[in-house]
């Protein structure tokens, strides 16, 4: 994980933005922020950084709706509940730090 590390020094001293939402948590308890890209700003793709491990990794998306939506924000409520699922659910493009490398939900 040193070049993530090193990523994580390099977005804190050169300030790059950080984008909402401010408290997210994947459904396994990790804080996750989201950062702009500092020498692309808002047109290059978004950074997720575990702060507690102080680690950012470069992600493909270039905003963070996919990676912090729940499932009722596609399926309704009441249609979750008939199906058995979990309304409050993370969507596959979840990050998630995992072994030191960052795995979006779908891929484990």
Known sequence: ??????N???L???KATRLTPFNFKNDMGQKVSFYE???SGDAGQVWAVF???QAAFITDFFETGDMTGIVSDLIPVNECLKRGMNPDGDLDYTPRLIDGRMLLKYEQ
């Open 8 to 10: 994580y020094a390099k």
């Open 1 to 6: 994980m040193k070049n993530e590390v090193q």
């Open 51 to 53: 702060e507690d491990y």
């Open 37 to 39: 890209d500092p020498q």
């Open 12 to 14: 804190v001293n050169q």
